[in-house]
Structures are given as C-alpha cells and as structure tokens.
C-alpha cells in the first residue's frame, strides 16, 4: 500500500517555503520522542519501525498526487518539480522494534535534507505512535495473565482495514502471540486461532445440536462458546456431553470459551464441572471487554482460565492515558547548529544526540542515558534529571550500551527487516530485565532517563539565550 | 485496497460447518447493531456505510489467500473450492450515511446465503464501528464550536495509516468540513488547510525571520505559528510586525494559531493585541487536545478562537464511552425463522426487522420504531421501549417514514455511491431535527427506540420458550 500523501499540508507549504529560501538541502536532524510513558506504566514497547521505513524507502509522489498538489494553488511549478523527482534520501538511526523505552527519549532520529526531513512528520508519527502504544497495551495485558496466552480478537473493533493490520502486528510485538485476525496472520505469519460466534449457536434448533456439528467439523480443535443461552445450566453440560461423544469416537474436546456475565466466578464453576466430568484437560477461554485490569481482577477473584481472548481494549488502547501515544517529531539541529523549542511548560532537547542504556552486574535495566551525539558515556560519569536538572552519577561498574541502530542510510535500510518473532522476542527479554517496580500495572515507578552533563548545559545555555534576547 | 481476510478465523471455520452440513446456502438474515451511544450522548452519526458496500462489492479469494488458508489445516478442499469461486450475493438494507441513530437500532441488515453473510462480520464491524464513532465525535465537536470552523487535524495520532483515511472521511461527515490531511482532501474532495509547525520557526535565526519567510511565501494563505518562544512577548507582537508588512504590499495575514497554554486566555489576549493593532480581520486558530469539553471550557472562559484545529482526541475518539463503537452483528433469521441469543443481560432482538423514525408536525425527530419486517406502523399504534417493555403509542398526527433504504442487491450497490458532502449535509439536517436536550454535550436524554407490539411480542414468546425448553 502506497499512501504518499499521509501527510499534513503544513509539512508542504513549509517545505516549499524552506526551497523558495534555498534552505530545503540544509542538512536537518529531527528526534521522534513522546511526552509520557502510556497507560501511566514506568515504560512502554517500541513499534512500528520496519512499516515506518518502508514508507521512507517507497516514498514518491506521482504525476496523480503532483496534480492534486498543483489544484491547492498553493506551489510554485519549480517546487512541484522538486517533490516529483524527490527521494527520501536520509539516515535513521533508531531504538530497535520490541525494545522497552521511556517518555523523553530520542527513540528514532532522521537525518537529512531538510525538506525532505520535514515531509515525513506525520507518516512516521502516524506508524509509530499507534504501533507503539498497541504493543504497550499488549505486554501489560500479558503480564496481566502471568504466563497464559494471550489471543488477539480485535480486528473488529480495531480503526479501519489497514488499523486491524496494525494492531495484529503490534499486539504481537508485545506478546498477543496468537490472533484470530485472517489478514494478520497471513502478513505476518502469526498463529491464528478461533472458535464460534453466538450466530453459529443460534443457527442450529438446539445449543447441543450446533455443538455436535462443530465438534464434527473440528474434532481434534474444537472450542465451543457457552453462553449463548445459559452458561452453566445448559452451555456446559452440552459441552460435556460432546466431550463425552468425542472421547469416545477417540478425539477429545479443546476447549470451552466463557463471552459474557462474571468471568470468575462462571469459570471456576466450569473447571469444577468439567474436572467432575473427568475433563481436565478441556481448556477455559475467556472473552468479553478484557484488559489488563480486568484480567488482574478476574484471577484475584478466583477466575480459572487457561488463555484470555483480548480485543476492544487492546486495539483501541484503551484505559486511562491510553488511546494515543502523543508522539512529537522536532526539529534539533539544522546545519550543523542545535536547535529549541520553548513553548508552554515542555522545552525540546537541542541538537543531534545518542542514547544509552545502563545496566546493571546481573542485566538489570538502571536507567538510559540521553548524550549529545559524540559522547560516550560511561560509569562515574555526571547526568541530570530530564525534569528538574538535579545531578547523580551512572554507577560504579555499570555497563552502558547504545540503544539504538543506524538502520538507514541515504534512504535505504541497511539490514534485512528482522523477523517479527524476533521482536517480540526482543521485547520479552528486554522487560525481564527491567525491575518489576517499573512494570507494576497499578503504581509503577517511573524508568529513569537522563542527559550528559553536557547535553544538560547545552540545553540550558540555549534557553537562556532565548530568554535574553526574547528571540 | 483489497483486503479479503479481514476477518476472524471463526468466521471461516462456522462457515466451512455450515457447508459440512449443507446449510450454506439457507437464507439468513444479519443485523448491525450497537448496545450504547457513545461518549454518553442521546444518539449518534451513522458513518462508512460506502467503504463497507465496496468491501461486499470486491470481496473474493484469490489463490494467494486460498493457499494461505489450506496451510491453517482446518479447511478440507471442498469447503476452499466454494471459498475460491464465492462472490458475495446477499442484499443489504441501511441507514444512510450521515444520519442520526441510536443504540439499539438494526443499522443495517445483510439477507443472502448463511455462508456469505456469516462471513462478512468483521470486516463490517470493523468500517463501521470506527467510522460511526469518529462521524459522532465530530458532531459533538462541531456543536461545541457553535458555528466557528473546525479542522481535523489528527492524521499523526490516526491508528495507522489507513486509519487516517477514515478518520478524515468519517470526521467530514460528521461536520469537520476542512481537513490538514492530504490524502484524505485527495481522496474525498475535502478541502485542506494547514499553517506551519514550530520546526518552521526553529529553523530560522529568528522567529521574526521565520514568520517574514512563510509571509513572503504564501502572502495570501498566511497563518503564524505564535507559541514557539514566548505567544505574548514575542509570537504575537512578531506576527502583528509581519501583518503591517503584508499590508503595505498589499495583502493581509489570514490568522495566528495558538498551540499550547491557556488557549482562553491568550487568545482573548491576543485578540485585543490585533484589535489594537488595527488587524480585525486576522483570525485565531487554536489546537492542542481539543475536543468538545475543552472547547466549551474555553468558551465559556472567554476565550476569543475563531476556528478549531482537532486531532487525536477526534481520530481517538477519547473520553468517557468513547474509544470504541462496540458494534455487533447478530444473526436474526435462518431459513424464514427467526433467531436469538440470550446471554448475560442482553438478548438480541429476533426477525428480519424494519425501522421507522416518527416525526412532529414541525419535523421534529420524536422516537424510532424497530417493527416486524412486514409491519408498516402509524400513528395510533401502541409501541413498547427496548430495554423494560413498558408501552406507549406512537403520538396522533406524526409521521412515520422509514429510516433504511435497499441499498444492494445481490451482491451489487442499487444507486451511484452519494457524494461525501451529501452525507455531511444529511447529518446537519438532520441533527437540525433532534431536541437539544437529545444533543446535549453533558446531560443528554437518551433518544427513544422502541419496539413495535408484534416485535415485542415475538422477542417474549422466544425468550420464555428457551427459559422452558432450557434449549
């Protein structure tokens, strides 16, 4: 899918500005970072990378897009001409997809041509901020279940055709490794997985009737959906009763799925009767408006579920400082010169910068570093809190690694894009790393970043040149 | 964009039951519904309807998907070879797009063979339920600008990029009649607007500079960027310099746009600045997370905006009840009898269905009636609300129309798609009919569904025989 036009006007107009100065070859750099840890956990899971710079490599416009531009009356023919023939021909360098990050951070930063840094604001924010928070909202959900799979179901409720792709692929990242999106799962290669709906149950004259011609299609996969009519009076038992017939023709029944009324209490009755019924192991699936909250909630009351179906609120990231990341793209250096922002209460980070992650003895997570792009930081070292400035030092012994990868240059990756598996692999990994004060799903404690003493400096002598001069 | 496995495996493995046992062809009947209005109003705007019938339209299995099935393992080769030559055959009958409607209602309803129309769930959820929601969002928004312009601005927070796509569609209909989103305003003929972001004015030595540079630009299309250093100190005093030049040479600055603090304040501030300044015609626009409770607040403080730029908590849908439509799609009718479901606290509605809106003498909308598909109601007749049963009539000497139209027939659209501005204006006009106290933003009533005498009775009688039978 070619969308060249997933753009605000505002990057053209500007654009076409900085060509009418001569400006649109200066050399730019601009950081794609957010403002707040989503869903208020102490961190959150990149994703959205390899989709974001696919778009930067396919990027051009047509003679049909250049005709539409041409009939807003807003460009001149000579800047027309030069977004025909335009490339994308700069260099990213980025936070690898499934890592675990925090608000502040530079996660990806593109360095190029300024007109052409300029134009891909709002494709590389529209990628990367709805990929991001979904696979967020995942890796909650999955700590939530503590080791039971996780099934994404929301292709339905998901924004749009191209959003249900997108949330399959983000879900997976971080950890929904099962979904029961079609389209998902063949772009993507994840595992699917399904059972019935309410219709197949109502289509048959009898609940025990739609079961057994189910169980007939599917022998061997065959989840049924209980709550159709009444769950334990006659969803249940029907279960049972085909799983006593399909013992007998030498099969055995998978599952039974649980999609309305209290889940808890409902499941923990099912396992009673199926255990009862010599059925151990015929696994409890639940659905129905789940998030992490209410996963936390059923387990705590007791609930006896094998694998929890999540769809609604993972697709639309739902819950509180959910439903969008708030990803910015700024500008932070042009032409070799840092670059600032000063408006309201939130300054940017000037100039073109690394980030490091700093690591304890055992692998442990401590705190990432945010440095101007020639440092290399190292143990002992000065940093400063991102908020207040206040000082501490990277501790004694501590390992410090880059965190992030030049992954393209002059507008052409320079790896093959990494298996999605190894995503969620990377995330998976990355978060047993990190303490579980920060990954607590009610009170988290916030992940640490923190700027070299000299980038602090930098930023500082820049705001109080703009204070003095009022610019 | 073809996209056929937009849909959820069960949905393939229902059908390929259905056709196990020979009933893939019985004629069945679908509604889409949703249970509650969202972002608790009194109705809502009933978007992507078209998208959805083109889905239908286009919808076929080619050998890349049939491959992609056979691996699943779940399908045996006569069940791929009817999903190889399936094209969709059913009819559908609908409420158009732009019109207001409410929880509970049977938004549209697909007849064809079981198979076909079981199928199709997902994929119509997913267009609509977004799209309906959006168009809602949007209308609420609008009203809370009573009558000041609002552009969508939400493509960088829009989930993914097709999301962005239908944001901007659905967010027109709903009365965000200009957009800064170009593929959109491309695609759907919308108007697009936009202004510069604080890259722009980063990127110059100054912020005077800057602001001369996109003037010398765009002389005529000239809106600043005031927030960048400091709005009153010097964004304003800065564009009011530029507005003098542009006078002197013959032109006008179109407006100042405020993108952070107190909107209320420093717009009624700025406002008095460009008075003084003797620039009454320079406009100001305001953004920054703005939907319809931040507007009326900062209406209500005074502030002086003249249009509103609105984009993530638009294309989010956020607040309360909002995020997600919650739109389900219920089998009603199989081979001439009709069908329910039961569970929890909600059970479908049975039979192939019409709808009617009953109107005042002066136009005014007063309820909907969902009846039998054979019924015609009028006034007179006794009615019973949705949820307790409780009766009333329709009142003396209103009209009743039906609210839903053929909209395709086998398989095939029976009208020319209605032109994207139509369904705007339908939204308009038809919001125009409904009571304030239906639109109120924080207290709304609940608009008035009910069920005619025979719908009621039929939904009983189905109830109290499974409650019997036990099923």
């Known amino acids: 899918m070619r969308l060249p036009l997933l753009m605000d006007l505002y990057e053209l107009t500007m654009a076409a500005a900085y060509h009418r100065c001569g400006m649109e070859e200066k050399t730019a750099v601009f950081d794609l970072s957010y403002p707040t840890n ?204 085909v799983a006593a017939e399909l013992k007998r023709s030498g099969h055995a029944l998978a599952g039974i799925r649980l999609d309305s009324g209290d889940t808890a209490s409902l499941s923990a009755q099912a396992r009673r009767m199926l255990d009862a019924a010599g059925l151990q192991q015929v696994r409890i699936f639940a659905s129905d408006e789940l998030d992490e909250v209410a996963i936390v909630a059923i387990r705590d009351a007791g609930g006896a579920v094998d694998a929890w179906g999540v769809g609604t609120r993972l697709v639309t990231a739902a819950g509180a400082h959910g439903g969008a990341l708030g990803g910015v793209y700024k500008l932070v250096e042009l032409d070799g010169k840092p670059r600032i922002k000063l408006s309201a209460k939130k300054s940017t980070i000037p100039g073109g910068k690394s980030l490091f992650r700093v690591s304890g003895a055992g692998g442990q997570a401590m705190m990432d570093v945010i440095a101007l792009e020639s440092e290399r930081p190292k143990a002992g070292d000065v940093v400063c809190e991102l908020a207040t400035g206040v000082s501490t030092t990277i501790p004694e012994g501590a390992r410090v690694e880059p965190l992030r990868q030049e992954v393209m240059i002059a507008g052409r990756r320079t790896r093959e894009a990494p298996a999605l598996a190894s995503c969620a692999d990377r995330a998976l990994g990355s978060l047993s790393r990190f303490a579980p004060e920060i990954l607590d799903l009610r009170h988290p404690a916030q992940y640490p970043v923190l700027l070299s003493a000299a980038l602090h400096a930098l930023r500082e002598k820049m705001k109080d040149r703009h204070a003095e001069t009022g610019t």
């Not at 989709?51 to 460009?75: K, N, T, V």
């Not at 608000?103 to 709805?130: D, K």
């Open 38 to 241: 989503p869903f208020g956990w102490g961190c959150a899971i990149f994703a959205g990378l390899e989709p974001a710079l696919e778009h930067l490599e396919s990027l051009r416009f047509g003679q049909e897009e250049l005709d539409y531009l041409a009939s807003i009356a807003l460009f001149d023919e000579a800047f027309l001409g030069w977004l025909g023939s335009m490339r994308f021909t700069g260099s990213v360098v980025s936070v690898p997809e499934g890592e675990v990050i925090a608000a502040g951070e530079p996660l990806l930063s593109v360095r190029g041509p300024f007109a052409e840094v300029q134009i891909v604001e709002t494709a590389l924010l529209n990628i990367i901020n709805y990929q991001t928070l979904v696979a967020t909202k995942a890796a909650r959900i999955v700590r939530a279940a503590g080791g039971k799979p996780v099934v994404e179901f929301g292709a339905r409720r998901a924004p749009g055709p191209d959003g249900a792709m997108s949330a399959t692929r983000a879900a997976f990242i971080g950890g929904a490794r099962v979904t029961s999106h079609l389209g998902g799962g063949k772009a993507f290669g994840i595992p699917v997985a399904g059972t019935q709906a309410h219709s197949f149950v109502t289509a048959f004259d009898s609940e025990l009737a739609a079961f057994r011609a189910y169980a007939d299609t599917y022998p061997d996969d065959c989840v049924l959906l209980v709550d159709t009519y009444d769950t334990l009076g006659s969803g249940v038992p029907n279960a049972i009763t």
